[in-house]
Nanobody
Framework: QVQLVESGGGSVQAGGSLRLSCAAS????????MAWYRQSPGKQRELVAV???????NYADSVKGRFAISRDSAKNTVYLQMNSLKSEDTAVYYC?????????WGPGTQVTVTS
Protein backbone atom coordinates (compact mmCIF):
# COMPACT_ATOMS: atom_id res chain seq x y z
CA GLN A 1 0.00 0.00 0.00
CA VAL A 2 1.39 3.35 -1.06
CA GLN A 3 1.29 6.11 1.52
CA LEU A 4 1.97 9.76 0.75
CA VAL A 5 2.42 12.50 3.34
CA GLU A 6 2.63 16.17 2.44
CA SER A 7 4.33 18.83 4.51
CA GLY A 8 5.47 22.43 4.15
CA GLY A 9 2.15 24.19 3.87
CA GLY A 10 1.33 27.31 5.81
CA SER A 11 0.47 30.96 5.54
CA VAL A 12 2.59 33.35 3.49
CA GLN A 13 2.23 36.87 2.17
CA ALA A 14 1.68 37.48 -1.52
CA GLY A 15 4.98 37.45 -3.36
CA GLY A 16 6.50 35.00 -0.93
CA SER A 17 7.65 31.41 -1.34
CA LEU A 18 6.93 28.00 0.10
CA ARG A 19 8.29 24.55 -0.60
CA LEU A 20 6.00 21.59 -0.25
CA SER A 21 7.32 18.08 0.30
CA CYS A 22 5.66 14.75 -0.36
CA ALA A 23 7.24 11.74 1.29
CA ALA A 24 6.31 8.35 -0.16
CA SER A 25 6.33 5.06 1.68
CA UNK A 26 7.93 3.23 -1.23
CA UNK A 27 10.48 3.90 -3.89
CA UNK A 28 9.30 6.74 -6.08
CA UNK A 29 11.30 5.22 -8.92
CA UNK A 30 8.52 2.65 -9.24
CA UNK A 31 5.82 5.25 -9.85
CA UNK A 32 4.74 6.07 -13.38
CA UNK A 33 4.34 9.71 -12.39
CA MET A 34 3.97 11.94 -9.38
CA ALA A 35 2.06 15.17 -9.26
CA TRP A 36 0.73 18.00 -7.18
CA TYR A 37 -2.93 18.98 -7.31
CA ARG A 38 -4.80 21.69 -5.48
CA GLN A 39 -8.36 22.38 -4.50
CA SER A 40 -9.84 25.60 -3.21
CA PRO A 41 -13.34 25.96 -1.71
CA GLY A 42 -16.10 25.59 -4.28
CA LYS A 43 -13.72 24.52 -7.03
CA GLN A 44 -12.71 21.23 -8.55
CA ARG A 45 -9.34 19.71 -7.81
CA GLU A 46 -6.88 20.82 -10.47
CA LEU A 47 -3.52 19.59 -11.64
CA VAL A 48 -0.68 21.95 -10.71
CA ALA A 49 2.46 20.09 -11.76
CA VAL A 50 3.51 16.59 -12.77
CA UNK A 51 6.83 14.79 -13.09
CA UNK A 52 7.09 11.55 -15.01
CA UNK A 53 9.27 8.57 -14.20
CA UNK A 54 11.62 9.84 -16.90
CA UNK A 55 11.88 13.24 -15.26
CA UNK A 56 9.86 15.31 -17.70
CA UNK A 57 7.66 17.95 -16.14
CA ASN A 58 4.47 19.78 -16.99
CA TYR A 59 2.70 22.65 -15.31
CA ALA A 60 -0.66 24.33 -15.27
CA ASP A 61 -0.56 27.58 -17.20
CA SER A 62 -1.43 29.50 -14.04
CA VAL A 63 1.80 28.43 -12.30
CA LYS A 64 4.30 28.25 -15.16
CA GLY A 65 7.41 30.23 -14.37
CA ARG A 66 6.54 30.41 -10.67
CA PHE A 67 6.36 26.79 -9.48
CA ALA A 68 8.83 23.96 -9.93
CA ILE A 69 8.35 20.27 -9.26
CA SER A 70 11.35 18.10 -8.49
CA ARG A 71 12.19 14.83 -6.84
CA ASP A 72 14.86 13.21 -4.71
CA SER A 73 14.74 9.48 -5.38
CA ALA A 74 17.16 8.75 -2.56
CA LYS A 75 14.71 10.30 -0.11
CA ASN A 76 11.57 9.05 -1.88
CA THR A 77 10.35 12.62 -1.84
CA VAL A 78 8.82 14.96 -4.37
CA TYR A 79 8.90 18.71 -3.92
CA LEU A 80 6.93 21.68 -5.14
CA GLN A 81 8.81 24.96 -4.96
CA MET A 82 6.32 27.80 -5.11
CA ASN A 83 7.56 31.32 -5.74
CA SER A 84 5.83 34.65 -6.33
CA LEU A 85 2.74 33.32 -4.61
CA LYS A 86 -0.60 34.95 -5.29
CA SER A 87 -3.84 34.97 -3.32
CA GLU A 88 -5.38 32.73 -5.97
CA ASP A 89 -2.82 30.05 -5.08
CA THR A 90 -4.60 29.58 -1.77
CA ALA A 91 -5.80 25.98 -1.64
CA VAL A 92 -5.26 22.58 -0.15
CA TYR A 93 -2.39 20.97 -2.03
CA TYR A 94 -2.41 17.22 -2.58
CA CYS A 95 0.36 14.89 -3.59
CA UNK A 96 -0.56 12.23 -6.13
CA UNK A 97 1.27 9.13 -7.32
CA UNK A 98 0.35 6.88 -10.21
CA UNK A 99 1.41 3.25 -10.03
CA UNK A 100 0.28 1.26 -13.05
CA UNK A 101 -3.42 2.23 -13.20
CA UNK A 102 -3.85 3.11 -9.53
CA UNK A 103 -3.92 6.65 -8.15
CA UNK A 104 -2.75 7.34 -4.62
CA TRP A 105 -3.31 10.54 -2.66
CA GLY A 106 -1.91 12.20 0.40
CA PRO A 107 -4.18 13.88 2.95
CA GLY A 108 -3.24 17.36 1.72
CA THR A 109 -1.60 20.44 3.16
CA GLN A 110 -3.13 23.90 3.38
CA VAL A 111 -1.47 26.84 1.65
CA THR A 112 -2.84 30.28 2.42
CA VAL A 113 -1.56 33.36 0.63
CA THR A 114 -2.48 36.66 2.24
CA SER A 115 -2.44 40.02 0.52
Amino acid sequence: QVQLVESGGGSVQAGGSLRLSCAASGSIRSFNAMAWYRQSPGKQRELVAVISSGGSTNYADSVKGRFAISRDSAKNTVYLQMNSLKSEDTAVYYCNAVLYLENYWGPGTQVTVTS
